[in-house]
């Protein structure tokens, strides 16, 4: 199942900084790549879940809605924002997918393991009846 872990923030005079992952993490696995995602306002990207990979999604810009589904038609939604200093993790086998609330979205993703379309299930959006 997915979790919400809380980022530590440092704060400084500067310019804080936000503490996204670290080797001591009990959710850290090992990374294998890191990309972004950007979403539009009121875009839907879904659905996807990885079968080996696990993911940890931090949202650095903007405002995004995530949705979890076990298969079962059974949700569990969240909005994270760049003022939430959240993580959510993603183990393999979870199926998501993300709608972008401000007009700048961006999602910094990181990785387990590689991507590959061999790696990744996905349906269409409405293939998951869910009410975005």
């Known amino acids: 199942m997915e979790k919400i872990l809380s ?17 001591k993490d009990k959710n850290f696995k090992k990374i294998k790549e890191i990309y972004f995602s950007h979403v539009k306002l ?5 659905w996807k879940k990885h079968k080996k990979n696990n993911l940890n999604l931090i949202v650095v810009l903007g405002r995004v809605k995530f949705v979890f589904c076990n298969g079962k038609n059974k ?11 959240k993580k959510i993790y993603i183990p393999a086998g979870v199926w998501f997918g993300f709608k972008g609330l401000s007009k700048k979205n961006l999602i910094i993703s990181i990785s387990s ?20």
């Open 7 to 23: 980022l530590k923030k440092i704060k400084n005079k500067k310019g804080n900084i936000v503490k996204i992952l670290s080797s």
């Open 42 to 46: 009121n875009s839907i990207k879904a």
């Open 75 to 85: 949700f569990r939604r969240m909005t994270v924002s760049k003022n939430l200093y």
């Open 113 to 132: 393991g590689l991507s590959s379309e061999k790696e990744i299930s996905r349906k269409e959006v409405n293939d998951i009846k869910f009410n975005w």
